[in-house]
């Protein structure tokens, strides 16, 4: 008899805890259907959250479609077992990406499956302050209006912000990013900080357009890293960086570019670079890990 209470009792807490991870889901696409603001904390989703299916789309052009959500996003330190969604392609070359017309947060989460924001738009703040991504994680070709936030995050695998573009200020600082990560081609309309910032795989920083100041203060970028071909509008600050093997060639400086205090562990190619104002004190590098002309 005794037994049978306890395999009553742990059937109806697993239904139970199943019913909530149900409802927490369900709760949480009825407020994007009815277009009211959405906030949820200390919640494990375990299916996929997929933003492109829970609006019908809106045609953008041949083979583009469009999913509009008009409610403020928030998810403050949840986990997501499975991939979260906002971009999507079907089996006939059929794009669906998602437009989010207010806020979009995930502060303190854990991602543990893929991440894949990739051509979204956001009118609203950006904030994944605090977040972990065990999977790859897609930025590239996104639109962000508003301040962005993800400053404290680590990636464990893949991240890719090719070609996105920053309207306000963006914060990565503190993150860590552990394998490959890319920016090429993004523009920063603002500020960007990536201070304390630890890169550990290859680093993509080639062909940007930075349109005011950037700081990589007290940055370590352990493996390759490339700068190549961007505009540094403003002031490029590089103070006590670490670089590995890094390369900064056809650049453009319009404004100070400061290396003060840092060290090359393997080599960095400093060639072709163009300078409105004094070139940078190079001095301090070791000779021998250094090539500039």
Not at 24 to 32: C, G
Request: proline fraction near 1%.
């Amino acid at each position: 008899m005794k037994n049978l209470l306890i395999l009553l009792l742990a059937f109806l807490t697993t239904t139970c805890a199943s019913t909530n991870l149900d409802k927490n889901m369900n709760d949480f696409e009825e407020l994007i259907r009815a277009g009211k603001d959405v906030y949820i904390e200390n919640k494990t989703f375990k299916e996929a959250v997929d933003f492109t299916k829970i609006l019908p789309p809106n045609p953008v052009n041949i083979g583009s479609n469009r999913v509009r959500i008009v409610s403020s996003v928030t998810f403050m330190n949840c986990t997501f077992e499975s991939d979260v969604i906002a971009y999507s392609l079907d089996e006939n070359g059929n794009k669906t990406y998602t437009s989010f017309q207010s806020n979009l947060s995930f502060i303190g989460c854990t991602f543990n499956g893929s991440v894949n924001f990739r051509s979204s738009t956001v009118l609203g703040r950006v904030v994944f302050s605090g977040s972990y991504f065990e999977k790859t994680a897609n930025f590239e070709e996104c639109s962000f209006q508003q301040l962005t936030h993800f400053n404290k995050c680590a990636f464990h695998e893949e991240l890719r912000f090719q070609n996105t573009f920053f309207m306000q200020r963006v914060n990565f600082i503190n993150a860590e990013f552990d394998a490959n990560v890319s920016f090429q081609g993004s523009t920063f309309n603002s500020t960007a900080q990536f201070s304390n910032t630890r890169f550990i795989g290859y680093a993509d920083f080639s062909m940007i357009n930075w349109r005011e100041n950037v700081f990589f203060n007290y940055a370590e970028i352990a493996d390759r890293s490339v700068f190549n071909s961007s505009r540094f509008s403003g002031i490029a600050d590089f103070l006590s960086v670490t670089f590995g093997n890094a390369e900064m060639i056809n650049c453009e400086f319009f404004g100070e570019l400061s290396l003060t205090d840092s060290k090359i562990t393997n080599q960095l190619k400093f060639i072709n670079n163009y300078f409105l104002r004094e070139k940078p004190d190079l001095s301090f590098f070791e000779s021998e890990k250094l090539i500039a002309k």
